[in-house]
């Protein structure tokens, strides 16, 4: 079984910072990649930012510039550092990991944390 738990969430005032950690726990063999993705209120799920195993970002375009996706791979850990915070960044912010269950995993699986929420305040 595998856990994905965020942490980090907050309120925050226009133009302020945070930074959101997860980290995948259980048992598996490996990560793939790892990404933030956000919820806000009455919108879809989208991406924020994803990183490979080998650190290959890619960001959503309304938060180039702003935001920076990290990942500690011998802590299964990834980061969002969230700078320069608009109103429009208050979501929910999930975690999601591609993990290789086991050695012999043709694909990865994909876990999702419960999510932390942001706010924004203008």
């Known amino acids: 079984q595998v856990q994905v738990v965020e942490t980090g969430g907050g309120l925050v005032q226009v133009g302020g910072s945070l930074r959101l950690s997860c980290g995948a726990s259980?048992?598996?063999?490996?990560?793939?990649?790892m990404g933030w993705y956000r919820q806000g209120p009455g919108k879809q799920r989208e991406l924020v930012a994803t990183?490979?195993?080998?650190?290959?970002?890619n960001y959503a375009d309304s938060v180039k510039g702003r935001f920076t996706i990290s990942r500690d791979n011998a802590k299964n850990t990834v980061y969002l550092q969230m700078n320069s915070l608009k109103p429009e960044d208050t979501a929910v912010y999930y975690c999601?990991?591609?993990?290789?269950?086991?050695?012999?995993?043709?694909?990865?699986?994909?876990?999702w944390g419960q999510g932390t929420q942001v706010t924004v305040s203008s």
């Open positions: 259980g048992s598996f063999s490996s990560i793939n990649a």
């Open positions: 990183i490979t195993a080998g650190g290959t970002t």
């Open positions: 999601n990991a591609d993990v290789y269950l086991h050695t012999w995993s043709a694909r990865p699986s994909g876990y």
